[in-house]
């Protein structure tokens, strides 16, 4: 409101010098009340409608205003009260005012006729002040210097639906000077303390800002040429999306010509991330960035990515991922797209936050151009995949605008090798695309279930990987994928992962495994001892977040002459594995004495809807019993199962324990 005053009394003044006429007629002090009335005054910078004033005997005046329009804001009524008020031709002046706005403060003002010469002081406990002095000339200044003022009484000045202050302290001077054709020349050199605000969306607020800010701006022709600095010391800041901290410090100069503000150079530094140089053009009618161009070196990727450009990924594996290292950038943005990209990185890393992957001593010097082919060359010390470590490496990248390509690439895992071919990562549209094929030289299986914290596994892990394809949407396997593991073979075919970088990818295809062995397999998992081999099918797969919602699955033994025994543990384990009530069916009494036993087949079916698995074996016996392993040679042993509709997180549990030696064998 204080800001108001000066351009309201200039106005009035300029339009009302009949008053001060009026008022000679009396003498110097008023012998009688008096009351005028102005129906309308309007200014470029406000309009007042429905004026009086009240000017007593006693010396004091009174000033009402029922509606006083502002930009953007409108205030009724306004009453201004003088204890001490005097009006002659040549000066009017308000001492011991009271504003009903500013019930706290005092307030007072002067203005000479002849000089346009303006004072106005506002004064509240704690040392506060604002005072206003100018010269309302043809050719007019006006400046204003605060003293541990309150930034609150700003608040009612601005818009509702803007950042208003609600608390601080603010020091410091303001200076506008101009003529009839405006504003020509304007400085500013503000010191906070303690700053508070927010807005009704609640995407913009602030706590304890303290720093300083200083901006000088002259009027040149249809322009405006400006330089300033920020000095953040302290304090939190949001500003949807960012949450920010002090301290952070920028200068900066420029020019705003029409609906474009120009930063033509500039330097900021950011707390933890080091000193960057930009330039910039802002349409302000558009709300965009028409043009820009940024330079920094050895800036820190982790406190660049964390406060900076994390917030504007949203959710996804990228967004919750750390980086590490440093990066020296030099970017040039123009017709809403990106032109050129330098990037050099330094022992720089990557780690996701749960821990499924992570690539270490990342070195690269990048030269990227949107319409020139390049080529760059990324080398990295080494990383890990779920827990997986993987070798040092060095690829060769080629690049010719948003078309990325990689001929051939190595990637030591463990023991073994995986070899990439013709990966190609191309934009179209919105999207990003992707397709490689590769293969996987043997790799110990003991080795990477260890490394993955799995249970220990035997044999060696090889496969062929087809084309694999991103479109956009969902990664997809062109073709079968081919591993050989537990001496046998595993094909999975239709395998498409759907969200594959959200929370919550969901996964779906199609498994066939042959000829596993049964021994490696149940050493593996402390299942007791089994030999022969298996076939199993796993067909219409689907993970939702790497959980099952539905498959059909079957498990049988495979065709062939080969030994098949299983231990008493492997059946009680089975037993359990079918329900309560479920036991080892002995043909002769005194078998129990044996440790091994001969079967004939082994055959076991899952299918799993809305979380319950149904399940079957190697013949339907009727009613609720099924047989699990069919008994063979001397001694022989038949296995059933009792229950067939099992929830899936009951079934898993029972796998749990009986592949952690919970169950003790019971053979009768």
């Not at 009302?16 to 110097?28: D, E, H, K, N, Y």
Request: one cysteine or more; charged letters at 20%; a neutral charge.
């Amino acid at each position: 409101m204080p800001s108001a005053i000066p351009y309201f009394l200039k106005c009035c003044i300029s339009r009302g010098r009949w008053l001060a006429v009026l008022m000679l007629l009396s003498g110097s002090a008023f012998s009688a009340d008096f009351h005028v009335t102005v129906s309308d005054i309007a200014a470029p910078a406000f309009s007042a409608h429905g004026i009086s004033l009240d000017l007593s005997a006693d010396g004091s005046a009174e000033l009402k205003i029922e509606l006083l329009k502002l930009p953007q804001r409108e205030f009724r009524p306004v009453r201004l009260r003088c204890g001490g008020f005097s009006l002659s031709g040549e000066q009017m002046v308000c001492q011991h005012g009271k504003l009903d706005a500013l019930p706290d403060a005092a307030l007072a003002f002067s203005y000479d006729f002849t000089t346009h010469a303006l004072v106005l002081t506002l004064t509240a406990a704690g040392g506060e002040s604002w005072q206003v002095q100018g010269a309302l000339g043809a050719a007019w200044q006006l400046s204003a210097q605060m003293r541990n003022a309150r930034v609150a009484r700003l608040a009612g000045l601005l818009s509702q639906d803007v950042a208003r202050p609600a608390a601080g302290r603010l020091d410091g001077s303001l200076r506008l000077a101009g003529d009839a054709s405006g504003a020509r020349q304007f400085s500013a050199d503000l010191r906070v303390a303690e700053l508070a605000f927010s807005d009704a969306s609640g995407q913009h607020a602030a706590e304890k800002l303290q720093g300083s800010v200083g901006i000088e701006a002259q009027r040149r022709g249809a322009g405006w040429a400006w330089r300033g600095n920020l000095d953040w010391q302290s304090g939190e800041l949001y500003w949807q999306p960012w949450y920010l901290q002090g301290a952070h410090a920028m200068q900066a100069a420029g020019r705003l010509e029409g609906d474009h503000l120009l930063i033509e150079q500039a330097q900021a530094e950011l707390s933890g991330v080091g000193r960057v140089e930009f330039s910039a053009d802002w349409s302000v009618q558009r709300q965009g960035l028409q043009q820009a161009m940024l330079r920094g070196e050895h800036l820190a990727l982790g406190q660049l990515f964390d406060t900076w450009l994390k917030p504007l990924l949203g959710k996804g594996v990228l967004a919750e991922s750390a980086l590490s290292g440093a990066a020296d950038v030099a970017l040039e943005y123009r017709n809403g797209a990106l032109q050129a990209l330098q990037l050099g990185l330094h022992d720089a890393g990557i780690a996701d936050a749960t821990q499924r992957f992570a690539l270490q001593g990342v070195n690269s010097t990048l030269d990227w151009h949107a319409d020139q082919a390049r080529t760059a060359r990324i080398s990295f010390a080494g990383g890990q995949l779920l827990g997986v470590p993987l070798g040092a490496g060095a690829w060769t990248v080629n690049m010719n605008g948003l078309d990325f390509s990689v001929p051939q690439a190595e990637l030591a895992i463990l023991d073994g090798r995986l070899s990439l071919q013709d990966f190609h990562c191309f934009r179209t549209g919105n999207d990003w695309r992707w397709h490689f094929a590769g293969a996987l030289s043997p790799v110990s299986m003991e080795r990477l279930s260890t490394a993955a914290g799995w249970p220990k596994m035997l044999g060696m892990l090889a496969g062929r990987i087809p084309q694999v394809s991103y479109d956009g949407e969902a990664v997809r396997v062109e073709g079968a994928l081919l591993f050989d593991v537990f001496d046998g073979t595993v094909v999975a075919t239709k395998i498409e992962l759907a969200n594959a970088f959200g929370r919550a990818p969901r996964l779906s295809g199609n498994l066939a495994m042959r000829n596993l062995d049964l021994d490696l397999l149940t050493r593996t998992f402390s299942f007791g001892n089994m030999q022969g081999r298996i076939d199993a099918d796993v067909q219409n797969l689907e993970l939702q977040d790497w959980q099952p919602l539905r498959f059909d699955a079957r498990l049988s033994s495979s065709a062939g002459d080969y030994p098949k025994k299983i231990s008493q543990k492997a059946v009680q384990n089975i037993s359990s594995l079918g329900g309560a009530g479920a036991s080892a069916a002995l043909q002769r009494s005194f078998l129990g004495f044996f440790e091994n036993f001969g079967y004939d087949r082994i055959g076991w079916s899952c299918v799993m809807r809305n979380g319950v698995c149904t399940m079957g074996g190697i013949g339907e016996d009727g009613g609720h019993t099924y047989t699990l392993v069919r008994g063979g040679g001397i001694p022989a042993i038949s296995v059933m199962g009792y229950n067939r509709a099992v929830s899936w997180p009951e079934l898993v549990t029972r796998l749990k324990r009986v592949t952690q030696n919970n169950v003790s064998p019971v053979v009768r």
